[in-house]
C-alpha cells in the first residue's frame, strides 16, 4: 500500500508542477501612448477576452510620452512576474535609434510575448493632380518633375514616415518630406493637392479610395488585403520584397519565466480567436497575427535591423 501511495504521488507531482501560471491579481496592460490611438485601441479589444482567459482582470493603463518610451521604461522596470505587460507600436523597433539616453535597451529589456496585429499601409495619390494608377507609373510621373514635389507623413519616424523613405530610396526618387501631426490632416493636404502622396492606414484611406478621392496604388503588405483585392502589392509592382506595415505587440519585463510568457501568448491568442474582437479589427483595417514568442523575437530582430539601415539611410532624426 506504501509502494502504491508512494507511486501515485510520484506520477502526481509532475501534473501538479505543469498547471499553468495564473495571475494573483489584475493584470496592468500598459499602453505607452495617449488614450484613443491605435495601440489604445487593440490593447481594450484585448484586455476583456485575455482576462477571462487568465482568470483575472487585464486593465489597460496609458503612459504616453516621448514616443512610447516613458511607459516603456516603466515595464521595463517592472518586476517579471506576469503581473505587468505591455503593448507597443512599431515604435518599439525604432526609438532606440532616435532617442538619446534612454535608461533601457529595447533589445533586452524585454520579452516578446506576440505580434498580435499588423495595420497595413495604403500608397495613395490624388487622380485630379496624379494621373499614375500603378506604382511604377506614379515613379515615371515623379522622376518627372524631380525637385517639385513633396510628401506627406502622419509624422516623424511614423510607419507612414518609414515606408515612404523605404519607397523613395528603392525607387530612387527625391521628394521632400512633410510632417503632420496624424494621418488626417495629411490626408486633408493630399485632398488639397498641397502634396503628391502619402501611406495612409486602411481605416483613414480606405472609404476615399472607395469615393474615388484618392487612388490606391498598393499595399504595404506581402499578400494584397481583402478590403482592396484588386490592388496590387507594392512588392508586387518591382519592389520585391518590399513590406513596411504597422503593427502592435506584447511583451513582459524581461526575466518573465517561460511558462508565465506562453500563458500570456495563449491569452492573447485565445483573445484574437474571438469573433468580436476579429470583426472589430476588421472595421480597423488591423490584421489579427498572433505569433508565438519565438516567432515574435525573430521578426523583433528583423525588423531592428531594417529600422536601424532605414533611420540611417534616410537621416531620420527624432521630431
Known sequence: MFRRA????????????QAPWTPVRPIRLVAPYPPGGGVDTTSRLL????????????????RGGAGGSIGAGEVARSA???????IDAMAHTVNQYLIRGLAFDYATAFAPISQVVVLPQILAVNPRHCPAKTVPEFV????????????????NATAAH??????????????????????????????????AFVFGTVSSTLQLVRDGQLVALGVTTKERIAPLPDVQTIAEQGFAGFELNEWNGLYAPAG?????????????????ADETVRQ???????????????VFARYLEEQRALMGRLVREAHIEAG
Open 280 to 294: 472589430r479589427l476588421a472595421t480597423l483595417g488591423a490584421l489579427p497575427i498572433g505569433t508565438d514568442p519565438v
Open 140 to 155: 515615371t510621373w515623379a522622376r518627372s518633375r524631380t525637385g517639385t514635389l513633396s510628401y506627406g507623413s502622419s509624422g
Open 256 to 272: 518573465t519565466p517561460a511558462p508565465v510568457v506562453q500563458r500570456l501568448y495563449e491569452a492573447a491568442k485565445h483573445a484574437l
Open 162 to 195: 518609414l515606408a515612404a523613405a523605404m519607397f523613395l530610396n528603392r525607387a530612387g526618387l527625391d521628394i521632400t518630406h512633410v510632417p503632420y501631426r496624424g494621418g488626417t490632416p495629411a490626408l486633408q493636404d493630399l485632398l488639397g493637392g498641397n502634396i
Open 47 to 62: 484586455a476583456t477576452p485575455m482576462g477571462a482567459f487568465l482568470g483575472q482582470a487585464v486593465v489597460v493603463e496609458n
Open 6 to 17: 508512494l507511486l501515485a504521488a510520484t506520477i502526481a507531482t509532475p501534473a501538479l508542477a
Open 80 to 86: 517579471p512576474d506576469g503581473q505587468t505587460i505591455m
